[in-house]
């Protein structure tokens, strides 16, 4: 398998415009959890999915996020329109389960700059 | 208020020698305790899961310890190496809640 799988890779955009970032779970894991990280703030949960339904969106920051998981090999998180302040590396994470008693698999991450 | 915490510095260690990084928490009662590990420009990567039941475990040179009195876990690596070098992090849940929370993870530098 090749692991989770996160696109693009880097992003750099201007204040204001519409930022799509992707993920492909690894095939079989029914739970998918979106991170963001930063030195600030460490790496905080935005949401889970369990089975493709959101569970806990507590961590998403405001509504200029949202999340989608479709179908069971694939996940977006939005953000709409982004502000500086939403500069980071957002990663994506798969586990077969809940993710307090499984091990999570991280995607390599999307490093997002916004101007 | 909930908090984990790791190492407030950065832990330098010479190579052969033990490394010990610690994470408390405060108004937790985690089922579960783990510990990642994340090198620079990566995800992190799953090491060892403790449950609150287990006083101790172990996997080749790593040793996790979780004592739920203390409200605190170790991770011990021994005979250390310069690859162990990276940024370690602990991650619990909250009485089965589904989610982790993360700590802030502690830098170890092993020097050769």
């Known amino acids: 398998d090749a692991g989770v799988i996160q696109s693009p890779r880097h992003e750099v955009t201007e204040m204001g415009q519409e930022v799509t970032l992707r993920c492909k779970p690894i095939s079989g894991h029914n739970s998918l959890f979106w991170y963001r990280q930063t030195m600030m703030r460490g790496l905080e949960l935005l949401i889970y999915f369990n089975n493709n339904v959101p569970i806990d969106d507590s961590g998403m920051p405001e509504d200029r996020f949202s999340a989608k998981m479709p179908n069971a090999s694939f996940s977006t998180l939005k953000i709409q329109p982004s502000e500086p302040r939403d500069s980071a590396v957002y990663f994506c994470?798969?586990?077969?389960?809940?993710?307090?008693?499984?091990?999570?698999?991280f995607g390599p991450g999307t490093r997002l700059t916004v101007l | 208020s909930q908090k984990i915490e790791q190492n407030s510095e950065a832990l330098n260690i010479q190579e052969g020698k033990t490394a010990t990084l610690t994470c408390n928490y405060t108004?937790?009662?985690?089922?579960?305790l783990q510990w990642y590990r994340q090198d620079p420009g990566r995800g992190p990567v799953f090491l060892l899961l403790i449950r609150e039941n287990e006083k101790e475990k172990r996997k080749e040179r790593l040793k996790v310890t979780f004592d739920t009195t203390l409200k605190q876990s170790l991770f011990h690596i021994t005979a250390s190496q310069p690859a162990d070098s990276a940024t370690y992090l602990c991650a619990l849940d909250d009485t089965n809640a589904g989610k982790s929370t993360f700590g802030d993870g502690t830098t170890l530098t092993v020097k050769p």
């Open positions: 994470a798969s586990s077969f389960g809940t993710s307090g008693n499984n091990e999570q698999f």
């Open positions: 108004n937790y009662s985690p089922a579960y």
